[in-house]
């Protein structure tokens, strides 16, 4: 479904990527981790676009999302995104939040755009507070509904980039319950993430970085076991 091809990329004369290479498969979690400025976050937004590359290849369901044409707005409409500060309408309601790029994005109308969010809000247990603003409502909460409006789209993949590192600790886990309902429903996706017992519940791979480079890309199973390069276990000895 995803596949990056030794992508480069650069900011001035600093190299953030580096010759990195990965595959994500249809239904498959990945977890990404590493520590600070390692390039996660430049990394997942090459995915959709966000960040141009220098070198390599981005393909997303077998096409390049480097040639542009009319289809690239499309193909990035369908990969969902979700950032560590939920990034919500701050002057709009929570059903707005939902609705308007289904409606100016998808070209919905109004009635299918509103089933759609009262379909996802119910999803993610939120659907009591379509009337609210952003600001009346908790981060684990306001992460849930940024989660709730990405779904509305129909996404194929979702990012993730540390969805829950803003979060005070006793809302890490609602959000979490959320994005592992939606792996457990065969949602492709990616995440950038230090919540490692999230991982090894959730995650099918884990991808470790490291100053720009892909340095580990284990099967959760051994990377969890023990297997991870010295590199990545000196990591994950600091956080957990
Ligand atoms: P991570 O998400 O792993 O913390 P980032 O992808 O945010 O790492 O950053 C990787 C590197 O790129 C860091 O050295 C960071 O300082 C640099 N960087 C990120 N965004 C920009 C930007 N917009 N302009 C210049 N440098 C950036
Ligand atoms: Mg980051």
Not at 35 to 54: A, D, R
Not at 66 to 94: N, W, Y
Not at 170 to 195: F, I, W, Y
Not at 196 to 206: E, K, S, V
Request: charged letters at 20%; aromatic letters at 6%.
């Amino acid at each position: 479904m995803v596949e990056l091809q030794a992508i480069g990329k650069w900011y001035g004369h600093h190299q953030v990527l580096k010759n990195c290479s990965c595959q994500v498969r249809e239904g498959e979690i990945v977890v990404v981790c590493g520590p600070s400025g390692s390039g996660k976050s430049t990394l997942i937004k090459t995915i959709n676009g966000l960040e141009p590359v220098q070198e390599g290849v981005i393909r997303i369901k077998g096409r390049s999302i480097q040639d542009g044409g009319p289809d690239f707005a499309k193909l990035r409409a369908s990969v969902g995104m979700v950032f560590q500060h939920f990034e919500l309408f701050p002057h709009l309601t929570v059903l707005q939040n939902l609705t308007i790029a289904q409606k100016v994005v998808l070209g919905r109308d109004e009635k299918a755009a509103v089933e759609k969010a009262l379909l996802l809000l119910e999803k993610v247990g939120m659907a009591g507070h379509r009337q609210k603003y952003p600001s009346q409502l908790s981060g684990g909460q306001q992460q849930r509904i940024a989660i709730a409006r990405s779904l509305c789209m129909d996404p194929f993949l979702m990012l993730f980039d540390e969805p829950t590192s803003a979060l005070d600790p006793e809302m890490v886990s609602e959000v979490l319950e959320v994005m592992r309902d939606l792996a457990q429903e065969g949602m492709t996706m990616m995440v950038v993430t230090h919540e490692m017992g999230f991982a090894r519940n959730i995650a099918d791979r884990i991808l470790f970085m490291e100053d720009g480079a892909i340095v580990d890309n284990t099967d959760a199973h051994s990377f969890f076991a023990g297997a991870p390069s010295e590199r990545a276990q000196l990591f994950l000895s600091r956080i957990l």
